[in-house]
Every structure is written in structure tokens, then in C-alpha cells.
């Protein structure tokens, strides 16, 4: 029999990590909304503050896309690639693009106290994403 490598219980402890950081994601986000009086956004929808804040996140996604390129093309042509590190610079691109996001909500939104919701989100997600590498690389 074929085996991938992957331990047993991989899928399962790794779709019930995906499962609670949901459950968590929505709670306080619906809670933080009407503690904060925060309108509910679309979803999958960008709400830009401003011109500026549009300008300066197609700014950073853009950088983004061609450092990883580099990055990841530069991975593949070594003997050992290492894949690590394109993780690592979409993790990166995560906190650049919230903490700008916070940032111009702090300053220019309708609503100031929005960059309270998009820093805990991205507390949140932080935390998720460190506890599936913990997880994939065993690092406990």
C-alpha cells in the first residue's frame, strides 16, 4: 500500500484546526461588530477607505506577487527547494496589507474604531496560521 508520508490523523486535526478557527473567526467578528456599531461588509468585497488606500494596497499586492515570484522560482531551480520561504512571504503579504488596512481605517474611515475589528482579525488569523505550521511541522 501507497503511503503518502502523512501521519493518520493529519486530515482530520488539520480540517478541525480549519473548523474552530471559523467558528471563532465569525463569533467575534459578529461580536466585535455591534460592540464597536461596525456595519457588515460584503464578503469577498473590498472596501476601500479612499483613493489613497486603494492605490497604496494594489501597491503592496502588486510587490508582493512579483517578490514571490522571484522567490519561488528561485526556490525551484535549487537541487533542495525549500518551500518555506513563499510560505513565509504569504504571511508577509497577510500582515502588510491588514496592518495598512487598519492603518488607513484609523485615519480616514466613518468610523474610526473599524481598525480594532481588522487588528483582531488579523490577531486571529496569525495565530491560526502559526498553529498549522506547529502542527505540519511538528514544531512542538
Not at 486530515?11 to 484546526?17: C, D, E, F, N, Q
Not at 477607505?49 to 525551484?76: A, D, M, P, Q
Not at 488579523?122 to 498549522?132: D, E, K
Amino acid at each position: 500500500m501507497y503511503n503518502s508520508g502523512l501521519d493518520s490523523m493529519f486530515w482530520p486535526v488539520l480540517i478541525a484546526l480549519l473548523l474552530v478557527y471559523l467558528l471563532i473567526y465569525f463569533f467575534l467578528n459578529k461580536a466585535m461588530r455591534k460592540r464597536l456599531h461596525l456595519e457588515k461588509k460584503k464578503f469577498f468585497s473590498y472596501n476601500f477607505v479612499n483613493e489613497v488606500h486603494k492605490k497604496g494596497e494594489w501597491t503592496i499586492r502588486i510587490t508582493f506577487v512579483c517578490i514571490y515570484l522571484l522567490v519561488f522560482s528561485l526556490s525551484l531551480s535549487d537541487p533542495t527547494p525549500n518551500l518555506f520561504l513563499p510560505s513565509i512571504i504569504l504571511i508577509l503579504f497577510i500582515i502588510c496589507t491588514e496592518l495598512f488596512r487598519a492603518v488607513m481605517e484609523w485615519k480616514y474611515a466613518s468610523n474610526p474604531k473599524a481598525y480594532i475589528l481588522t487588528v483582531s482579525q488579523l490577531g486571529l488569523t496569525l495565530v491560526f496560521v502559526f498553529s498549522v505550521y506547529m502542527f505540519i511541522f511538528r514544531l512542538v
